[in-house]
Protein backbone atom coordinates (compact mmCIF):
# COMPACT_ATOMS: atom_id res chain seq x y z
CA UNK A 1 0.00 0.00 0.00
CA UNK A 2 2.78 2.25 1.41
CA UNK A 3 4.40 1.41 -2.51
CA UNK A 4 1.36 1.96 -4.72
CA UNK A 5 0.93 5.86 -2.39
CA UNK A 6 4.56 6.43 -3.57
CA UNK A 7 4.43 5.37 -7.25
CA UNK A 8 0.98 7.45 -7.34
CA UNK A 9 2.55 10.44 -5.97
CA UNK A 10 5.68 10.19 -8.14
CA UNK A 11 3.17 9.79 -11.37
CA UNK A 12 0.77 12.59 -10.11
CA UNK A 13 4.40 14.80 -10.32
CA UNK A 14 5.62 13.30 -13.22
CA UNK A 15 1.87 14.70 -14.83
CA UNK A 16 2.20 18.13 -13.23
CA UNK A 17 5.83 19.07 -14.79
CA UNK A 18 4.72 17.62 -18.08
CA UNK A 19 1.22 19.92 -18.22
CA UNK A 20 4.10 22.87 -17.43
CA UNK A 21 6.29 21.72 -20.34
CA UNK A 22 3.31 21.50 -22.88
CA UNK A 23 1.75 24.43 -21.81
CA UNK A 24 4.99 26.69 -22.36
CA UNK A 25 5.57 25.01 -25.29
CA UNK A 26 2.28 25.54 -26.28
CA UNK A 27 1.59 21.90 -27.13
CA UNK A 28 -2.21 22.11 -26.53
CA UNK A 29 -2.91 18.57 -27.33
CA UNK A 30 -0.83 16.86 -25.15
CA UNK A 31 -1.30 19.26 -22.29
CA UNK A 32 -4.49 18.50 -22.33
CA UNK A 33 -3.62 15.15 -22.35
CA UNK A 34 -1.61 15.29 -19.18
CA UNK A 35 -4.17 17.42 -17.53
CA UNK A 36 -7.19 15.16 -18.32
CA UNK A 37 -4.66 11.74 -17.01
CA UNK A 38 -4.14 13.83 -13.62
CA UNK A 39 -7.34 14.54 -13.21
CA UNK A 40 -8.15 10.46 -13.43
CA UNK A 41 -5.84 9.76 -10.66
CA UNK A 42 -6.84 9.71 -7.21
CA UNK A 43 -6.13 12.20 -4.03
CA UNK A 44 -5.13 14.96 -7.01
CA UNK A 45 -5.11 18.11 -5.05
CA UNK A 46 -6.13 21.36 -6.88
CA UNK A 47 -8.69 19.87 -8.93
CA UNK A 48 -10.30 22.54 -10.02
CA UNK A 49 -7.26 24.51 -11.14
CA UNK A 50 -6.53 21.79 -13.26
CA UNK A 51 -9.74 21.68 -15.00
CA UNK A 52 -9.45 25.02 -15.46
CA UNK A 53 -6.10 24.71 -16.85
CA UNK A 54 -7.73 21.93 -19.34
CA UNK A 55 -10.06 24.24 -20.36
CA UNK A 56 -8.17 26.97 -21.45
CA UNK A 57 -6.50 24.45 -23.35
CA UNK A 58 -9.52 24.21 -25.56
CA UNK A 59 -9.80 27.62 -25.65
CA UNK A 60 -6.39 27.94 -26.85
CA UNK A 61 -6.95 24.99 -29.97
CA UNK A 62 -10.56 27.11 -30.81
CA UNK A 63 -8.93 30.50 -31.13
CA UNK A 64 -5.84 28.19 -33.48
CA UNK A 65 -9.47 27.04 -35.59
CA UNK A 66 -11.16 30.69 -35.62
CA UNK A 67 -7.90 32.47 -36.68
CA UNK A 68 -8.43 30.05 -39.98
CA UNK A 69 -11.98 30.50 -40.29
CA UNK A 70 -12.76 26.71 -38.99
CA UNK A 71 -16.04 27.88 -36.47
CA UNK A 72 -17.44 24.29 -36.78
CA UNK A 73 -13.71 22.97 -35.39
CA UNK A 74 -13.82 25.65 -32.55
CA UNK A 75 -16.77 24.95 -31.26
CA UNK A 76 -16.23 21.13 -30.84
CA UNK A 77 -12.74 22.11 -28.41
CA UNK A 78 -15.65 24.92 -26.75
CA UNK A 79 -17.54 22.15 -25.82
CA UNK A 80 -14.99 20.18 -24.35
CA UNK A 81 -13.63 23.19 -22.69
CA UNK A 82 -17.03 24.13 -21.22
CA UNK A 83 -17.61 20.39 -19.96
CA UNK A 84 -14.20 20.03 -18.41
CA UNK A 85 -14.67 23.73 -16.79
CA UNK A 86 -18.58 25.05 -16.59
CA UNK A 87 -17.37 28.22 -15.57
CA UNK A 88 -14.85 29.50 -17.47
CA UNK A 89 -15.83 32.81 -19.50
CA UNK A 90 -13.46 32.31 -21.79
CA UNK A 91 -15.29 29.40 -22.99
CA UNK A 92 -18.23 31.59 -22.99
CA UNK A 93 -16.95 34.86 -24.81
CA UNK A 94 -14.84 31.99 -27.62
CA UNK A 95 -18.43 30.07 -28.37
CA UNK A 96 -20.61 33.67 -29.09
CA UNK A 97 -17.60 34.34 -31.24
CA UNK A 98 -18.00 31.31 -33.27
CA UNK A 99 -21.59 31.21 -32.96
CA UNK A 100 -21.65 34.67 -34.68
CA UNK A 101 -19.22 33.55 -37.48
CA UNK A 102 -21.70 30.51 -37.91
CA UNK A 103 -25.37 33.01 -37.76
CA UNK A 104 -26.73 31.81 -34.99
CA UNK A 105 -28.21 34.85 -33.17
CA UNK A 106 -29.83 32.77 -30.39
CA UNK A 107 -27.01 30.93 -28.96
CA UNK A 108 -24.52 33.80 -29.17
CA UNK A 109 -26.38 35.88 -26.69
CA UNK A 110 -27.39 32.60 -24.79
CA UNK A 111 -23.19 32.93 -24.55
CA UNK A 112 -22.98 36.68 -24.36
CA UNK A 113 -25.58 36.53 -21.32
CA UNK A 114 -23.43 34.08 -19.58
CA UNK A 115 -20.37 36.32 -19.93
CA UNK A 116 -22.78 39.47 -18.83
CA UNK A 117 -24.06 37.28 -15.59
CA UNK A 118 -20.17 36.86 -14.34
CA UNK A 119 -18.38 40.37 -15.52
CA UNK A 120 -20.29 43.00 -17.68
CA UNK A 121 -16.78 44.74 -18.15
CA UNK A 122 -15.07 41.99 -19.67
CA UNK A 123 -17.78 41.63 -21.94
CA UNK A 124 -17.39 44.73 -23.26
CA UNK A 125 -13.85 44.86 -22.66
CA UNK A 126 -12.75 41.62 -24.57
CA UNK A 127 -15.26 40.12 -26.72
CA UNK A 128 -13.82 39.52 -30.11
CA UNK A 129 -16.91 40.28 -31.87
CA UNK A 130 -16.77 43.58 -30.43
CA UNK A 131 -19.79 46.69 -31.02
CA UNK A 132 -20.48 45.10 -34.39
CA UNK A 133 -21.62 42.05 -33.19
CA UNK A 134 -23.34 43.75 -29.64
CA UNK A 135 -25.18 46.23 -31.61
CA UNK A 136 -27.57 43.22 -32.92
CA UNK A 137 -28.94 42.80 -29.11
CA UNK A 138 -30.14 45.83 -28.15
CA UNK A 139 -31.61 44.13 -25.36
CA UNK A 140 -28.27 42.65 -24.53
CA UNK A 141 -26.99 46.12 -24.38
CA UNK A 142 -29.95 47.16 -21.93
CA UNK A 143 -29.22 44.48 -19.64
CA UNK A 144 -25.09 45.44 -19.46
CA UNK A 145 -26.23 49.18 -19.00
CA UNK A 146 -28.66 48.06 -16.06
CA UNK A 147 -25.90 45.91 -14.56
CA UNK A 148 -23.73 48.53 -14.50
CA UNK A 149 -25.74 51.32 -13.33
CA UNK A 150 -28.56 49.44 -10.89
CA UNK A 151 -25.77 47.80 -9.44
CA UNK A 152 -22.85 49.71 -9.25
CA UNK A 153 -20.43 47.56 -11.38
CA UNK A 154 -17.42 49.62 -12.12
CA UNK A 155 -15.89 49.88 -15.53
CA UNK A 156 -13.31 51.81 -17.04
CA UNK A 157 -13.32 54.92 -19.22
CA UNK A 158 -12.76 52.46 -22.22
CA UNK A 159 -15.36 50.84 -21.44
CA UNK A 160 -17.61 53.18 -20.98
CA UNK A 161 -17.02 55.04 -24.00
CA UNK A 162 -18.37 51.98 -26.17
CA UNK A 163 -21.22 51.10 -24.15
CA UNK A 164 -21.96 55.16 -24.49
CA UNK A 165 -21.30 54.53 -28.50
CA UNK A 166 -24.17 52.01 -28.42
CA UNK A 167 -26.18 53.54 -26.25
CA UNK A 168 -26.11 56.56 -29.35
CA UNK A 169 -26.64 54.35 -31.83
CA UNK A 170 -28.97 52.41 -30.48
CA UNK A 171 -31.24 55.07 -28.94
CA UNK A 172 -29.77 58.73 -29.17
CA UNK A 173 -27.60 61.26 -28.14
CA UNK A 174 -29.63 62.14 -25.02
CA UNK A 175 -30.01 58.13 -23.30
CA UNK A 176 -25.88 58.31 -24.14
CA UNK A 177 -26.27 61.46 -22.05
CA UNK A 178 -28.03 60.26 -19.40
CA UNK A 179 -25.87 57.33 -19.00
CA UNK A 180 -22.69 58.90 -18.67
CA UNK A 181 -24.13 61.72 -16.10
CA UNK A 182 -25.40 58.35 -13.91
CA UNK A 183 -21.76 56.53 -14.61
CA UNK A 184 -20.38 59.87 -13.42
CA UNK A 185 -22.16 60.36 -9.91
CA UNK A 186 -21.64 56.83 -9.38
CA UNK A 187 -17.58 56.97 -9.66
CA UNK A 188 -16.61 60.37 -10.65
CA UNK A 189 -13.16 60.22 -11.87
CA UNK A 190 -11.06 61.37 -15.36
CA UNK A 191 -11.93 58.77 -17.26
CA UNK A 192 -15.80 59.19 -16.94
CA UNK A 193 -15.08 62.98 -17.53
CA UNK A 194 -13.14 62.86 -20.39
CA UNK A 195 -16.24 60.86 -22.22
CA UNK A 196 -18.43 63.57 -20.73
CA UNK A 197 -16.33 66.22 -22.39
CA UNK A 198 -16.11 64.36 -25.97
CA UNK A 199 -19.99 64.32 -25.89
CA UNK A 200 -20.38 67.94 -24.96
CA UNK A 201 -17.63 68.61 -27.77
CA UNK A 202 -18.90 67.01 -30.26
CA UNK A 203 -22.28 69.00 -29.78
CA UNK A 204 -20.80 72.91 -29.92
CA UNK A 205 -17.79 73.76 -32.55
CA UNK A 206 -17.71 77.20 -30.30
CA UNK A 207 -16.25 75.76 -27.33
CA UNK A 208 -13.55 77.37 -25.90
CA UNK A 209 -9.93 75.19 -26.43
CA UNK A 210 -9.12 75.49 -22.97
CA UNK A 211 -11.98 72.20 -22.96
CA UNK A 212 -10.29 70.87 -25.71
CA UNK A 213 -6.88 70.91 -24.50
CA UNK A 214 -8.58 69.46 -21.10
CA UNK A 215 -9.74 66.65 -23.10
CA UNK A 216 -6.29 66.28 -24.92
CA UNK A 217 -4.98 65.96 -21.51
CA UNK A 218 -7.37 63.86 -19.26
CA UNK A 219 -7.20 61.34 -22.65
CA UNK A 220 -3.24 61.21 -22.27
CA UNK A 221 -3.45 60.25 -18.53
CA UNK A 222 -6.12 57.75 -18.80
CA UNK A 223 -3.73 55.71 -21.57
CA UNK A 224 -1.21 55.09 -18.64
CA UNK A 225 -3.34 54.13 -16.41
CA UNK A 226 -2.74 49.81 -15.96
CA UNK A 227 -6.45 48.63 -17.29
CA UNK A 228 -6.45 45.11 -16.16
CA UNK A 229 -5.22 43.45 -12.50
CA UNK A 230 -4.30 39.95 -11.53
CA UNK A 231 -6.85 38.64 -8.44
CA UNK A 232 -4.34 36.19 -7.44
CA UNK A 233 -1.10 38.07 -7.37
CA UNK A 234 -2.04 42.29 -7.76
CA UNK A 235 0.00 42.06 -11.34
CA UNK A 236 -1.19 45.36 -13.15
CA UNK A 237 -1.32 45.26 -17.26
CA UNK A 238 -2.74 47.59 -19.96
CA UNK A 239 -3.93 44.49 -21.75
CA UNK A 240 -5.66 41.77 -21.20
CA UNK A 241 -4.22 38.68 -20.86
CA UNK A 242 -5.89 34.82 -19.78
CA UNK A 243 -2.53 33.45 -18.21
CA UNK A 244 -0.73 36.11 -15.70
CA UNK A 245 2.55 37.00 -16.68
CA UNK A 246 3.07 37.39 -12.44
CA UNK A 247 1.64 34.32 -10.71
CA UNK A 248 0.82 31.97 -14.37
CA UNK A 249 -2.78 31.60 -13.14
CA UNK A 250 -5.44 30.99 -15.29
CA UNK A 251 -8.80 33.31 -15.87
CA UNK A 252 -7.22 35.36 -12.72
CA UNK A 253 -7.19 38.79 -14.55
CA UNK A 254 -10.07 41.12 -15.02
CA UNK A 255 -10.48 44.77 -15.92
CA UNK A 256 -9.86 47.09 -13.20
CA UNK A 257 -12.51 48.59 -11.37
CA UNK A 258 -12.40 52.02 -11.25
CA UNK A 259 -14.63 52.94 -8.85
CA UNK A 260 -12.65 51.08 -6.39
CA UNK A 261 -9.21 52.36 -7.49
Request: charged share 20%; proline share 3%.
Amino acid sequence: EDLSDTVGKIREQALRLALTLFQTEKEWEKAIVAGETLLTLQGVEATERVRLQVSHFYCELAEMALAIGDAQAAIGFLEKGELTDAFNVRVFLLFATALAELGDTEKTEHYLRKVLHVNASLLLEVFPGGEKVLLKYPNLIASITNEILAHHRGINARQAELLASMIRSLQGREREIDFLTGLARQQPGPGIALNLLEVAASNNEKLPALIHQAISILGESQLELPQFQCKSCGFLLKSMHWNCPGCGGWSTISPVDMSVS
